[in-house]
């Protein structure tokens, strides 16, 4: 179609027409045109410019980076072309050659600036922070000492003020990258991507609710503004076509709002809202798809669609760039799943990343689950290890909460409230795998003891009173005891008790009928049949 509407163009009106495409957002038709005039004059700045443009435009970062490749061996004079070559390389990922392309150009003062800024945010993307660091300050001190061109412009500084909170978010300063985000906003005026970068910063400070704020006010205009971009249609079951992979789609960043959403959504346990928000975002094919995306839509169907959630995470582990999670996800869902040889051997084919992308516990964690296969009590050892290490440090944390509540400082209490409950989500799985090498042997005893020793940090947890309630119950001569811990889950969702799994009420059932409750099973039995007759 765009190759027919090429050749319909009337004499004298090619430009009029590219220019009409290019701003009614029809870049692929634009380029289709563009293409089809510079195979008669291959030197056409104008049309190279365009064309570069369009690409970039699309998101086409590399077909970019050619077309201003031409344009710098045509016209070496214009420097602007050299910078536009750079920051397009970057986008494809191509760093070395991006950071090649931007070195003349810190020769010149009216694009020293901005070079610097370039190279501060490669080294960023490669992960040399020190570097980035470097640069970043060298742009602010040429902004400071009132450098000429562009250098004087307010934006200038904000630019380098975000490159600078993204070095703080990384160093783990999240309030302080927050704090460089809102004030380059203040320049800049409203931004997505801006209050998006916010948004991650409270997402890793666990602040959801100030998180969540964020990502409604980019939904809300997102959806005000661009409602070509049919947001929520798909979760309605209305067929849509793919919006595409656009510089617009990204400069709304919906893609991430809805990405940090579902992620939210995920930790809080709310599964359907997890997968609603991955739904609710622009249409796009499966082949559009950003790494982010298909890694969350893999991890928040898994229990629906292993299989396609397994396709999905193994793909991104062979791209660059793949989420950095990846990794580790893949290895647990495969212990999860019970694919030991499979965890095994991804292990083992990719050495490089397990020092890069795991960290100690979680490599240790992994190596004693899939030790266990082979060697139980080598792996509890490995296990045993782990899980003195980590009550070592809940010791020591229960500590520094005490001591930052007799001073009075809050916002100790708060840092040292939030290690405490990060280091228990690591001893709990650990404590689990244990009590399953005795679980597995059937020696309940042995579970019971397991649990008993953790329950100075476990017993306000919901998964270690869970699998208390289980081997009590499996024990056949403790069902009293087996109550106390199954009644309260139950309680707790009394008017939603369908959400309960049955195998929680079935074994509260039994209980009751073996300890001659009948009355409260009688009870529970009518409790859950009203809920099924109200689905």
Same mark, same amino acid.
């Given at each position: 179609?765009?190759?027919?509407?090429?050749?319909?163009v009337?004499?004298?009106?090619y430009?009029?027409?590219?220019y009409?495409l290019?701003?009614?957002?029809?870049?692929?038709?634009?380029v289709?045109?563009?293409s089809?005039?510079?195979?008669?004059s291959?030197?056409?700045? #104008?049309?190279?410019?365009? +064309? !570069? $443009? %369009?690409?970039?435009q699309?998101?086409?970062f &590399?077909?970019?980076?050619?077309c201003?490749?031409?344009?710098?061996?045509?016209?070496?004079?214009?420097?602007?072309?050299r910078?536009?070559?750079?920051?397009?390389l970057?986008?494809?990922?191509l760093y070395?050659?991006?950071?090649?392309t931007?070195?003349p150009?810190?020769?010149?003062?009216?694009?020293?600036?901005?070079?610097?800024?370039?190279?501060?945010?490669?080294?960023?993307?490669q992960?040399?922070?020190?570097a980035?660091?470097?640069?970043?300050e060298e742009?602010?001190?040429?902004t400071?000492?009132?450098?000429?061109?562009?250098?004087?412009?307010?934006?200038?500084?904000?630019d380098?003020?975000?490159?600078?909170?993204?070095?703080?978010?990384?160093?783990?300063r999240?309030e302080?990258a927050?704090?460089k985000?809102? #004030?380059?906003?203040q320049? +800049? !005026? $409203? %931004?997505?991507?801006?209050?998006?970068?916010? &948004?991650?910063?409270?997402?890793?400070?666990?602040?959801?609710?100030?998180?969540?704020?964020h990502i409604?006010?980019?939904?809300?205009r997102?959806?005000?503004?661009?409602?070509?971009?049919?947001?929520?249609?798909?979760?309605?079951?209305?067929?849509?076509?793919?919006?595409?992979?656009?510089?617009?789609?990204?400069?709304?960043?919906?893609?991430?709002a809805f990405?940090?959403?579902?992620?939210?959504?995920?930790?809080?346990r709310?599964?359907?809202?997890?997968?609603e928000?991955?739904?609710d975002?622009?249409?796009?094919?499966?082949?559009?798809?950003?790494?982010?995306?298909l890694h969350n839509?893999?991890?928040?169907?898994m229990?629906n669609?292993p299989?396609?959630?397994?396709?999905?995470?193994?793909?991104l582990?062979?791209?660059?760039?793949?989420?950095?999670?990846?990794f580790?996800?893949l290895?647990l869902?495969?212990?999860k799943?019970q694919?030991?040889d499979?965890?095994?051997?991804?292990?083992?084919?990719?050495?490089?990343?397990t020092?890069?992308?795991?960290?100690?516990?979680?490599?240790?964690?992994?190596?004693?689950?899939?030790?266990?296969?082979?060697?139980p009590?080598?792996?509890?050892?490995?296990?045993?290890?782990?899980?003195?290490?980590?009550?070592?440090?809940?010791?020591?944390l229960?500590k520094?909460?005490q001591?930052?509540r007799?001073?009075?400082?809050?916002?100790a209490v708060?840092?040292?409230?939030?290690?405490?409950?990060e280091t228990?989500?690591?001893?709990?799985?650990?404590?689990?795998?244990?009590?399953k090498?005795?679980?597995?042997?059937?020696?309940?005893?042995?579970?019971?003891?397991?649990?008993?020793?953790?329950?100075?940090?476990?017993?306000?947890?919901?998964v270690w009173?869970l699998n208390v309630?289980h081997?009590?119950?499996?024990?056949?001569?403790?069902y009293k005891e087996?109550?106390?811990?199954?009644?309260?889950i139950v309680?707790?969702?009394?008017?939603n008790?369908?959400?309960?799994?049955?195998i929680?009420?079935a074994?509260?059932?039994?209980?009751y009928?073996?300890?001659?409750?009948n009355?409260?099973?009688e009870e529970l039995?009518?409790?859950?049949?009203k809920?099924?007759?109200?689905?």
């Amino acid at each position: 179609a765009a190759a027919m509407e090429a050749a319909a163009v009337p004499d004298g009106q090619y430009t009029a027409v590219v220019y009409g495409l290019i701003g009614g957002g029809r870049c692929g038709e634009a380029v289709s045109l563009l293409s089809r005039e510079l195979q008669k004059s291959c030197r056409s700045r #104008g049309g190279l410019s365009l +064309l !570069g $443009y %369009c690409h970039y435009q699309l998101q086409d970062f &590399a077909a970019a980076a050619e077309c201003y490749e031409q344009l710098v061996a045509l016209h070496p004079e214009l420097d602007a072309y050299r910078l536009y070559q750079a920051q397009a390389l970057y986008k494809a990922g191509l760093y070395a050659e991006a950071l090649r392309t931007a070195s003349p150009l810190l020769d010149l003062p009216a694009y020293q600036g901005r070079a610097l800024r370039l190279q501060a945010a490669i080294h960023y993307a490669q992960g040399d922070l020190p570097a980035a660091k470097s640069l970043v300050e060298e742009a602010l001190a040429t902004t400071a000492d009132g450098g000429t061109g562009a250098a004087e412009d307010p934006s200038e500084r904000a630019d380098a003020e975000i490159i600078l909170g993204c070095l703080l978010y990384r160093q783990g300063r999240h309030e302080e990258a927050s704090g460089k985000f809102a #004030g380059a906003m203040q320049v +800049l !005026g $409203y %931004c997505p991507e801006l209050s998006y970068n916010m &948004a991650l910063c409270c997402y890793a400070a666990k602040q959801y609710a100030p998180a969540l704020k964020h990502i409604s006010d980019i939904i809300e205009r997102g959806i005000h503004q661009h409602p070509e971009l049919s947001v929520g249609m798909t979760t309605e079951g209305i067929d849509v076509r793919s919006v595409g992979n656009t510089l617009l789609l990204h400069r709304t960043a919906l893609v991430e709002a809805f990405n940090l959403k579902a992620a939210i959504e995920y930790q809080l346990r709310n599964l359907k809202a997890a997968q609603e928000a991955l739904t609710d975002m622009p249409p796009r094919a499966e082949e559009e798809l950003d790494p982010v995306t298909l890694h969350n839509q893999a991890l928040m169907n898994m229990d629906n669609q292993p299989s396609e959630g397994f396709e999905k995470l193994q793909f991104l582990l062979l791209q660059n760039p793949c989420p950095p999670e990846t990794f580790g996800n893949l290895l647990l869902l495969y212990c999860k799943h019970q694919y030991y040889d499979l965890a095994a051997d991804v292990l083992a084919e990719n050495a490089h990343l397990t020092y890069k992308l795991l960290t100690p516990y979680l490599y240790n964690f992994l190596d004693a689950i899939i030790t266990c296969q082979t060697a139980p009590e080598e792996a509890f050892h490995k296990l045993d290890d782990s899980a003195g290490t980590l009550t070592e440090q809940l010791r020591k944390l229960t500590k520094q909460v005490q001591e930052a509540r007799q001073n009075w400082d809050d916002e100790a209490v708060k840092k040292a409230v939030n290690e405490y409950d990060e280091t228990l989500d690591k001893y709990v799985p650990v404590l689990m795998a244990q009590a399953k090498i005795y679980w597995d042997m059937k020696n309940y005893t042995m579970v019971e003891k397991i649990f008993r020793k953790s329950v100075e940090f476990c017993n306000e947890h919901e998964v270690w009173k869970l699998n208390v309630a289980h081997v009590l119950f499996m024990q056949e001569n403790k069902y009293k005891e087996a109550i106390s811990f199954y009644e309260p889950i139950v309680k707790k969702h009394y008017d939603n008790i369908l959400h309960v799994s049955a195998i929680v009420l079935a074994n509260l059932c039994v209980s009751y009928i073996l300890t001659s409750q009948n009355e409260d099973a009688e009870e529970l039995m009518r409790k859950i049949e009203k809920g099924e007759e109200q689905l």
